[in-house]
């Protein structure tokens, strides 16, 4: 279980079969010079790219049999050696955690996530995941990239509420991620964040990596600085617009890690209760005249315990029939009463 993972944000996937152990590609002339990871990602179309740097980080990919970093350049006729690791059982125990499942057949799970579950066991949350409750729930649940991370497709952080699609087979895992890799699967969120934008509607297309100075964070990281960073969009519309707190709706163009919360506070309209990127903040009375609203209002959002960000819609195409599924989920409990003192607020 403290064994490197083979996965990265929402590119968790699982290989076929047929990927599994050793193969050796030839390097072509129109390849001559290409990045190792560029040049295996290419040839092994199940895998991103950022999981072949993984993967090809731990060993498993050589250059004329001499063991080579990702960044290594491959030259014509160069014979490039690369060993998936199968796929190895979890140590992770199943434990009998309530489950709010949406819809379920012998294919997938949709699960609405309640907020506080961790996603996957770590060395802070070797228990108590949505991964044990999975192991307890199903028994054939689908593998990722070297071990068995059970039926993962893509991630929600700690504190964010929603939809979460669960595969169980490598069939439908491999379709899913795919959906999400090409953007046919849609991801919508409702997060209320501080303060009225000023548009309508807006593309963030800033890249993230991690925080030059905490790396517990992320940030929008520009090209050329010294900072790794990654492509990433969010397309924000407002939804209900307030001068102190709006309701906007995010719908992911990519995956990254905490990819709207790190949006939002870089166009300076943090989600809401964000202990990370929202600082704390109260609503002034400028905004809400009223003392007694306003004072129930800052009460709220001071007893929140996460960001009060929720996955409210997930479409994509069945894995098996090709049927378009959509599903909706009201908002939680908190951003629910959030939503009902705001709207006092007339």
């Not at 279980?1 to 599994?20: A, G, K």
């Not at 506080?116 to 060395?123: I, R, S, T, W």
């Not at 959002?301 to 029939?321: E, N, V, Y």
């Amino acid at each position: 279980m403290n064994q490197t993972p083979l996965y990265i944000d929402d590119e968790d996937f699982s290989p076929p079969p047929d990927e599994v152990g050793e193969q050796i590609f030839v390097v072509a002339t129109q390849q001559n010079g290409e990045r190792l990871d560029v040049f295996l990602a290419a040839h092994i179309p199940a895998l991103s790219r950022s999981q072949v740097q993984r993967i090809v980080g731990l060993g498993a990919a050589q250059i004329n049999g001499v063991v080579a970093k990702p960044s290594a350049k491959v030259l014509s006729g160069d014979s490039v050696g690369f060993d998936m690791p199968p796929v190895r059982p979890t140590e992770t125990m199943a434990e009998d955690i309530p489950l709010d499942i949406v819809y379920e057949d012998t294919d997938l799970l949709v699960i609405n996530k309640q907020k506080g579950l961790v996603v996957h066991p770590a060395a802070g949350a070797p228990s108590g995941t949505l991964v044990n409750a999975l192991l307890h729930h199903c028994t054939d649940l689908s593998g990722i990239g070297g071990e068995e991370r059970p039926g993962i497709v893509h991630r929600l952080d700690k504190d964010t509420s929603g939809l979460m699609m669960v595969a169980k087979n490598d069939l439908s895992h491999r379709h899913l991620q795919s959906q999400i890799q090409t953007k046919t699967a849609e991801r919508r969120y409702l997060a209320y964040i501080w303060g009225r934008p000023q548009f309508n509607e807006a593309l963030i297309d800033a890249p993230i990596g991690r925080h030059p100075n905490d790396r517990k964070k992320m940030a929008v990281v520009e090209p050329g600085s010294d900072g790794v960073s990654r492509h990433a969009q969010t397309h924000v519309s407002v939804k209900e617009p307030n001068g102190a707190i709006s309701l906007v709706e995010c719908v992911l163009q990519t995956g990254r890690t905490h990819q709207i919360r790190v949006h939002c506070s870089y166009i300076g309209h943090p989600v809401v209760a964000d202990p990370v990127y929202g600082g704390e903040r109260k609503v002034s009375s400028e905004w809400v005249r009223d003392n007694p609203l306003r004072n129930r209002i800052n009460e709220h959002i001071a007893g929140m315990t996460g960001q009060a960000l929720h996955s409210h819609k997930l479409s994509f195409t069945h894995p098996r029939t090709d049927e378009r599924l959509s599903f909706t989920v009201p908002l939680p409990p908190d951003m629910e009463t959030l939503q009902g003192l705001l709207s006092r607020n007339k």
